[in-house]
Structure formats: C-alpha cells, structure tokens
C-alpha cells in the first residue's frame, strides 16, 4: 500500500486550499510568537507554546505526542534526530497529513507520534497511542462544548470505555501473519508502517479522532469538521435528571454503524428509569417510532442491544431487514451484521397465548440472539455457538439474565406518521392487550396520564 521511506521527502506539497493555507499559516505565527517561549527561534515554536494554545482542551499526553511526531518530521531526509522545536515547514507538512492526508501520509504521522526511532514499534505502544488519542475525544469536545446535549461523564462499568473503544479499535489490525490483535499475548509483536497503514485505511475511527483532536484543541479550520454525523444530537430527556446507559464514546460507536441518514440526532423514547419497569409501557413507547436503538444493562453489568432498522410493530410475524445489529458496548464492544441464513431481524408480541411474548432480535423462537421478555426484567441471549441471524455470541453475562435498565432510542427525523402513532398506547394498538387487562380486572392506568409529545 505504502513505501518503505520514512521521511516526508523533498518532494512534499500542501494539500491545502489558499485559504485554509493561509489559517494554517496564522495558526504558526501564533504559536511561534509565544512570549512565554522567549528562547525558541520566531521560525518554530515549543512544546510549552502548544500547551498554552490549546489550553485544558487536549489532554497533555496527546498534545506531546503531536508535538513530539511535528518535530520527527524529516523535510531533507538527512536528519540524524528530532529538531528541538518545530519550524513552520514541519507543522505544515504535519497538519497537512493528519487533515489532507492518504492512510499512507497519517501512518507516517502516527509512527512518529508513537516513536522517535525509525522502524517497526510494538503493539503496546501502539495500544498506548490509541488509548491516549480515545482517551482526548471527549476531553476536547466537553472543553469546546461540543457534546450535543450528552454528557463527559465517564460510564460506570468494569473497564473504563476508553479502554474498551481503543480495544475494538485495535482489534481490528492485522499482524504479520493475518491474525487479529486480539488479546495481551499480541502486545509484544512487531506492527511496522504497512500495518499501520492498512490499519488506518480499513479502521475510518483513528483518522476521524485525530481530526476531530486537531480541529477542536488547535482551533483551526473547524469549519472543515462535520460532527453532525459523529456525535449525534440528544433529544427527548431534556431537564428530567435522566443519566443514560450509554456514554459518549459508546455513542459514537454505534452512531458510526447506523445508515449514514440516521446518524444526526438520537432522541429518547423509553427508559425504564422514567417510565417504569413495564413491558405494556415499552410497547407503548416504541411501537410505529422509526428506526430505533435498543439497550439495556443486566445485573452482572453487560451492557449490549440491538438497532431495528424499521418501526416496531406488535404482530406474531418477524419483522425488519439485513441493515439491523446487534450490538456488545461492555465488556466489549462489537458489531453483529446480518448472516443472511434466515430473516428473523425484529420481533414484537403481546398478549398472545400460543407464541412467545416480548421483543426479540435473531434467533429463532426461545434461542433468540436478543431477547426481552413480556416478564420485564428477565431476558435471554442464546446463541450456541452464534446467533443464526447476526452470527453474535452471547451478549449477556448469564444466558437467562435479568435486567433493571433499558432505554430506547430513535434515530434520525420522525415523519410525521410516526410521530402520530407514537402518541398511541400498546393498549390502543393492540385491542387483544386492553381485553385481557380487562379480563384480568386490572385499571388501565395510562389513561389520562399520556405524555404531551416532546414536538407540540
């Protein structure tokens, strides 16, 4: 994919437009007009005058790993070590990769972030380097007020989500001989600039986070970032104190796999934490709503779920298509696509007597890849050794679990319909589910007490 040359060679060109070259251009002679670096040359600039530009807003590991990588840039391929500072040909060539660059020009830039020798590094410090670049994603968007209405705060789990993002991340990297890095024993492996390179080409997160540290903790051209589709807006639970399941970095994660017109806004539309640990109100909630998240938490802290690519509908038939997943956020996160050996993607039933009842994704009938039982708070997630559908292993600690958080979310703009027969309770839409509450001699207590819908 790449060459074997280290350096950025004399042959190197801006990838930059006049006017984006010119704010590049500012940017230096801010940074090299530091006066609290009185001793540094005006045609480069110091550590210390990084830090202060971009102030709290990039944590300082990640800002010494882009200051360190500016000044291992060889312009003349003769450099023997690092400059002392960065002159204004280096931070060019450099913000010109890491923005404007191929996968070939950012592995370049992220070999010299992680070492000051040439040649292959190991794979901890490759794992470092990722943690330290996760680990100033949120840092940077809190500092700039960037959030989309979701909060900075860390989740609470086993693993910090830093950790847990930056393994998926690297989970993805090829070794020398085809395997994955998937576990400690890799750590001492060799990962020379191809893999590197192969790495940030297939993995689009590593390129996305370094422009979104870039943009954001150097203040230059922010207009150049589009973060619509990488953080979504938060909608729906506004003022009610409500703390979600998912934080931030497990946002961006799934957001990254929904399709691309669905990505802008995730807004809230069950969550038993404000509306009751009851099956009949998370029908009530979710049904006719769009394309939509699902996740929950069990006892033994998994965090997983699923995206339903389509309305749910209460009917004893499976429902959806090959763009629903499901989904692991803790211990790990991952993925599960569509297999293609059956269509068993979405399934919603209440208040039949020969079927099962509750929501269900994968799987077939009692083994379902996902599954929330009408009993709300008790599920399963059988999958030996996969789920048929989604090729998913078990995502829940225990097979049968119990639960006490869910939360649903819609994604992307309602139409109107939907917003419409949102309003509607499961009572409403399912005739059969008001007649055996009747039967049953129990009051139907969400009469009267509908919510104003968060649009009127």
Not at 158 to 181: H, I, N, T, Y
Not at 314 to 324: A, H, N, S, T, Y
Request: aromatic share 8%; with cysteine; net charge negative.
């Amino acid at each position: 994919m790449g060459n074997s040359g280290s350096h950025v060679g004399q042959s190197f060109c801006s990838r930059f437009l006049p006017e984006e070259q010119a704010e590049i251009d500012r940017l230096f002679d801010a940074l090299s007009s530091d006066k609290n670096s009185p001793n540094v040359s005006s045609k480069s600039f110091s550590l210390k005058a990084l830090q202060n530009h971009v102030g709290g807003a990039v944590p300082l590991e990640m800002v010494t790993r882009l200051y360190d990588g500016m000044r291992r840039v060889d312009l003349t391929g003769k450099a023997k070590e690092p400059s002392e500072n960065v002159s204004q040909e280096q931070f060019t060539a450099s913000m010109s990769h890491l923005l404007k660059g191929n996968s070939e020009e950012k592995s370049l830039m992220i070999m010299k972030m992680i070492s000051a020798t040439e040649g292959p590094v190991k794979a901890r410090e490759v794992q470092k380097f990722t943690e330290d670049l996760v680990g100033s994603v949120v840092p940077v968007l809190s500092h700039r007020q960037e959030l989309r209405g979701w909060t900075g705060k860390e989740a609470p789990g086993p693993a910090p989500r830093v950790q847990v993002l930056a393994a998926q991340l690297l989970s993805e990297m090829k070794l020398q001989d085809g395997k994955r890095f998937l576990g400690p024993q890799w750590l001492d492996c060799d990962c020379d600039r191809a893999m590197i390179e192969d790495w940030v080409f297939r993995v689009p997160h590593v390129a996305i986070f370094l422009s979104v540290v870039i943009h954001k903790g150097f203040l230059v051209l922010c207009s150049s970032l589009d973060l619509t589709t990488l953080v979504p807006e938060r909608q729906g639970d506004q003022g009610r104190g409500f703390e979600s399941i998912l934080d931030i970095l497990s946002v961006m994660y799934i957001n990254a796999h929904l399709p691309r017109e669905q990505r802008h806004c995730w807004r809230l539309l069950f969550s038993s934490e404000l509306h009751g640990h009851s099956f009949s109100q998370l029908c009530g909630h979710v049904t006719h709503r769009g394309p939509c998240v699902a996740v929950l938490e069990d006892h033994d802290k998994h965090v997983f779920g699923g995206f339903a690519s389509c309305s749910w509908e209460v009917k004893p038939q499976f429902q959806g298509d090959e763009r629903c997943f499901l989904f692991s956020i803790c211990p790990s996160m991952a993925v599960y696509t569509h297999t293609g050996y059956n269509d068993h993607y979405m399934y919603l039933n209440h208040g039949q007597q020969t079927i099962p009842n509750g929501l269900g994704m994968g799987g077939q009938h009692n083994y379902f890849g996902l599954w929330v039982d009408v009993d709300f708070g008790k599920g399963h997630s059988r999958a030996k050794p996969t789920c048929t559908t989604y090729n998913s292993p078990q995502l829940s600690a225990q097979e049968n679990f119990q639960f006490d958080k869910m939360e649903v979310w819609a994604v992307g703009d309602p139409s109107e319909e939907q917003l419409a027969k949102g309003n509607k309770s499961i009572l409403d839409v399912d005739p059969e589910a008001q007649a055996l509450l009747e039967i049953s001699g129990r009051s139907r207590h969400s009469e009267g007490l509908r919510e104003i819908p968060d649009d009127e």
